[in-house]
T-cell receptor, first 115, second 114 residues
Framework: DQQVKQNSPSLSVQEGRISILNCDYT??????FLWYKKYPAEGPTFLIS?????DKNEDGRFTVFLNKSAKHLSLHIVPSQPGDSAVYFC??????????????FGGGTRLMVKP | KAGVTQTPRYLIKTRGQQVTLSCSPI?????VSWYQQTPGQGLQFLFE???????NKGNFPGRFSGRQFSNSRSEMNVSTLELGDSALYLC?????????????FGPGTRLTVL
C-alpha cells in the first residue's frame, strides 16, 4: 500500500507562474514532511521541510503547506523558473527518536517550466 | 563541508555475483540510510544505521545487508544478485537520530545486473 502518493506524474507551467505540486499521505503517524528535487542519475536535493506542528513553511520561492486533517501537503514555487524543471518527491517520516530516519517517498511529479 | 559521497558511481555485475557499495556521510553525521530507486517501485527505504547499529530495516530480502563503521562510513552488500536488483542505490546522512532530521543524499551508485 502506498502511504505517500503524488497523484500527478507530471506538471507543465509557464515561466514566472506558480507551480503547485501536491502530495497525500495515509499514515497518521507521519509528522515530518520533506520535499526533494531530483535530476536524472543524481541524488535527491533537499528543498524544504515542515513539521506537523506547523501548517506553512517558507524558504525563498518555495512554500510548503500542510493540511493535517486532509492528510495533504503541497509545494508552491513562485515564480517558477526553467531551472526548476526536475522531478519533485515528497517524503514523510515519524519524528520520534526511536522511529529512526526512515523516509517514505511519493512516486514523484515531473515539473516542466517552459520559458 | 563535503557532501555525501558514494563509491563506485557505476557498477556492472552478472547474476549470482555479490556487490559492496560504500557511503561516506557528511562530516559529523552519524545516521546513514540506504534507499533503492527503480522505475517500477520508486524510492524505497532499505535500512538505516546509527552509531554502528541498524535501527530500521525496510521490506527487502536478507540478500541485502549493511554495516556502519566507527567513523560513520557505511557499506551495503547485495549477495546472489538478481536482474531485478538493477537500480540506483542512494545513501543519505543525517545529523539527528530521530525522524525529524533532514536527510542529505549522495549522488548514488548505478548498479546494472546482467
Amino acid at each position: 500500500d502506498q502511504q505517500v502518493k503524488q497523484n500527478s506524474p507530471s506538471l507543465s507551467v509557464q515561466e514566472g507562474r506558480i507551480s503547485i505540486l501536491n502530495c497525500d499521505y495515509t499514515n497518521s503517524m507521519f509528522d515530518y514532511f520533506l520535499w526533494y528535487k531530483k535530476y536524472p542519475a543524481e541524488g535527491p536535493t533537499f528543498l524544504i521541510s515542515i513539521s506537523s506542528i506547523k501548517d506553512k513553511n517558507e524558504d525563498g520561492r518555495f512554500t510548503v503547506f500542510l493540511n493535517k486533517s486532509a492528510k495533504h501537503l503541497s509545494l508552491h514555487i513562485v515564480p517558477s523558473q526553467p531551472g526548476d524543471s526536475a522531478v519533485y518527491f515528497c517524503a514523510a517520516s515519524r519524528s520520534l527518536n526511536n522511529a529512526g530516519n526512515m523516509l517514505t517517498f511519493g512516486g514523484g511529479t515531473r515539473l516542466m517550466v517552459k520559458p | 563541508k563535503a557532501g555525501v559521497t558514494q563509491t563506485p558511481r557505476y557498477l556492472i555485475k552478472t547474476r549470482g555475483q555479490q556487490v559492496t557499495l560504500s557511503c561516506s556521510p557528511i562530516s559529523g553525521h552519524r545516521s546513514v540510510s540506504w534507499y533503492q530507486q527503480t522505475p517500477g517501485q520508486g524510492l524505497q527505504f532499505l535500512f538505516e544505521y546509527f552509531s554502528e547499529t541498524q535501527r530500521n530495516k525496510g521490506n527487502f530480502p536478507g540478500r541485502f545487508s549493511g554495516r556502519q563503521f566507527s567513523n560513520s562510513r557505511s557499506e551495503m552488500n547485495v549477495s546472489t544478485l538478481e536482474l531485478g536488483d538493477s537500480a540506483l542505490y542512494l545513501c543519505a546522512s543525517s545529523l539527528l537520530a530521530g525522524g525529524a532530521g533532514t536527510q542529505y543524499f549522495g549522488p548514488g551508485t548505478r548498479l546494472t545486473v546482467l
